[in-house]
């Protein structure tokens, strides 16, 4: 199984932050563009000036608050392409499983909201991506069955809403707009919209071209929403004769609002329309960049005919969802003269308003000093944001104290249409960086690192005075943290020895009850390993009716020239500590696959790899069968 790529592309941000106690404006301070020659206008006057912009992992795949502006064109529907009768959810019943009760989910930062991953379940049904295929699996007895399979438009990962799958992939060229891409890391999105009603006989309904890179996805009750980060399409000249031509034409509207293209196979019909309107595409009042920022609103309940598209002239770096907003960070990109020296890094953060099912749109933006390192330093709570970062050092700078890393936590809330500062505590980790956080409540836990391991617990009980509580120093570092109940923290990282050198992974369990002495109760070595979840918190499943753990590990081993790889379970939470349950292996020994994924169903653990499906019972991780990935 192959996930979607990792592509990197070049980012641009925007505005700046209203300064805190500053009068807020009583809308947007984001102006949206009159019309698609002012947007033009915009871009064309401003392509040219140069720029630092920071590159952005993406995914391995508006106007203000209030009426919506008209759309340039009506939606591509037509009464032959509606949804088909089944591909609702159906109406909950008794025997119908329960997530977390009968079945595990894919492991999300916020309940409720679910994330894009290979593998889904409804604890009845297992949904895998091997390579370009979409299978499906009956999972209601020991041993999963064969059920169906369809080809989708490469590695993808998916979200589930009853019996209809959106899969996000990235999507072959698409004719003249990626001839004309002169961007890195530039590129098309697909967007599947698979029909399973009969898993037995799955079929694409709908697809969705879109230029541009999927940052990652949302799915909140039957609203899916994606954000993609699409750069100016810019032709390559490849003469000179060419490169003075260019010189004296100037790119059209499509270089900097590509057009999506929509497939249906329910009426045969193709529509073409802009990515968004051009009323509906907020720019900061100082640039800093043409990249554009694009939320798709689906409802998976009526499909892929009719999208909500909102956009922002911004960057797009991180994701984070909360039940009733979307806010999109970017690192800002500064625009330079010559000799400039370029300014100390601030990350720009835009919120869009989710509460409307179906619909999304931008609410307000806003800064915070240095740069995020993932959805786990956003957190919202009580209408506030809270944000951790890390202020980069600015060799260049005559402070000496700006020439040493930091970090710091930062609460904004939301005034008119700015993200403004009321609170913040800096100072954390002097030359370190962030390598975990977690947002608990009116708790933040923070892990920086560089020769050891402090975990700090911030108090965010009073927004506008955070402070740091207490601070635990021990080696190596958690690169994520997962809370176990009772005032307990998982952590998964790396051990080190005092002068900083990583010798392996390794489990701890902190005790954060009393914030002023957080305590490391008790600690498991993986050997020489790494695990996955220390970068991708989806290859994590914490089961709490078992107390259970579940992880892949990858040790290689240069003497024989292979991994060992697998997925171990470990109990926790225990008064007798971190117990080792089991490994789980898929292949034989000289050959082993990574494992990615872990899912609880009933008494039973599913894990997949490359090679197939694996069935162990929960109990001891005592094997039941394997069905290997065939043809």
């Not at 709908?206 to 890179?213: A, C, D, L, S, Y």
């Not at 329910?266 to 309107?277: D, E, K, Q, S």
Request: contains cysteine.
């Amino acid at each position: 199984m192959r996930r979607v790529a990792v592509l990197l592309a070049a980012v641009a941000a925007s505005p700046a932050l209203v300064p805190a106690g500053a009068t807020a404006a009583p809308s947007s301070d984001l102006p949206a563009f009159t019309s698609c020659d002012d947007l033009v206008g915009y871009a064309r006057r401003n392509l040219r000036r140069p720029a630092v912009s920071p590159q952005v992992t993406a995914m391995r795949a508006p106007g203000s608050v209030g009426p919506r502006p008209a759309l340039a064109e009506p939606p591509p529907a037509s009464p032959g392409d509606m949804p088909i009768a089944a591909a609702a959810p159906a109406a909950a019943s008794e025997s119908a499983p329960v997530e977390g009760e009968d079945f595990s989910g894919t492991n999300v930062q916020e309940q409720g909201i679910d994330e894009p991953d290979v593998v889904k379940t409804d604890g009845r049904r297992l949904y895998v991506v091997a390579g370009s295929e979409l299978r499906a699996y009956d999972i209601t007895g020991d041993s999963p069955r064969v059920l169906g399979r369809v080809t989708l438009g490469g590695p993808a990962e998916i979200l589930l809403r009853g019996s209809r799958v959106l899969a996000i992939s990235a999507a072959p060229a698409m004719g003249a707009v990626a001839a004309t891409v002169a961007v890195p890391g530039s590129g098309a999105t697909q967007l599947t919209e698979v029909d399973a009603t009969d898993p037995a006989a799955m079929r694409i309904a709908r697809t969705m071209e879109v230029p541009g890179i999927a940052v990652t996805a949302r799915l909140t009750g039957g609203t899916a929403r994606v954000v993609i980060s699409s750069p100016p399409s810019l032709e390559q000249p490849s003469s000179p004769t060419a490169v003075a031509a260019s010189a004296k034409t100037q790119p059209r509207l499509s270089a900097f609002v590509p057009r999506t293209v929509l497939r249906s196979r329910i009426t045969r019909r193709t529509f073409r329309r802009a990515l968004v309107p051009c009323a509906a595409v907020r720019h900061p009042a100082a640039y800093s960049g043409n990249d554009l920022l694009t939320v798709l609103s689906i409802d998976l309940d009526r499909g892929l005919f009719d999208v909500d598209r909102d956009a922002v002239l911004a960057g797009a770096q991180v994701v984070y969802a909360s039940p009733t907003g979307l806010y999109v960070a970017s690192r800002r990109a500064t625009a330079l003269a010559p000799g400039d020296v370029p300014e100390a890094s601030r990350t720009e953060i835009h919120r869009f308003d989710t509460t409307v099912p179906g619909q999304t749109t931008y609410s307000a933006s806003g800064d915070v000093t240095g740069f995020v390192l993932n959805q786990y330093a956003l957190s919202e709570y009580r209408g506030d944001l809270r944000v951790a970062s890390t202020e980069e050092p600015q060799w260049l700078s005559e402070d000496p104290a700006a020439r040493e890393s930091r970090s710091a936590v930062t609460v904004l809330r939301q005034r008119g249409g700015a993200l403004q500062q009321v609170g913040r505590v800096g100072g954390l980790g002097r030359n370190e960086r962030i390598y975990a956080a977690r947002f608990i409540d009116d708790a933040a836990y923070l892990v920086t690192f560089r020769q050891v391991d402090p975990l700090y617990t911030v108090d965010l009980a009073d927004p506008t005075r955070p402070r740091v509580a207490g601070e635990l120093k021990i080696p190596g570092y958690s690169a994520y943290l997962h809370p176990i109940g009772d005032g307990l923290l998982l952590g998964v990282g790396q051990d080190a020895t005092p002068e900083g050198r990583r010798t392996g992974a390794q489990v701890s369990v902190f005790d954060v009850r009393d914030p002023a002495r957080p305590v490391r109760l008790h600690q498991a070595s993986l050997g020489a390993a790494a695990s996955a979840a220390e970068f991708d918190p989806h290859a994590f499943l914490w089961w709490a009716k078992a107390k259970l753990a579940l992880l892949p590990f990858s040790d290689w081993d240069p003497n024989v020239g292979r991994a060992d790889n697998g997925m171990v379970g470990l109990r926790a939470g225990g008064a007798e500590g971190l117990i080792e349950v089991g490994r789980i292996t898929h292949g034989p020994e000289w050959d082993r696959a990574p494992v990615e994924r872990a899912v609880v169903v009933g008494d039973r653990v599913l894990t997949v790899s490359d090679l197939g499906v694996a069935t162990h019972r929960i109990e001891g991780l005592t094997p039941v069968g394997f069905l290997p990935f065939v043809g």
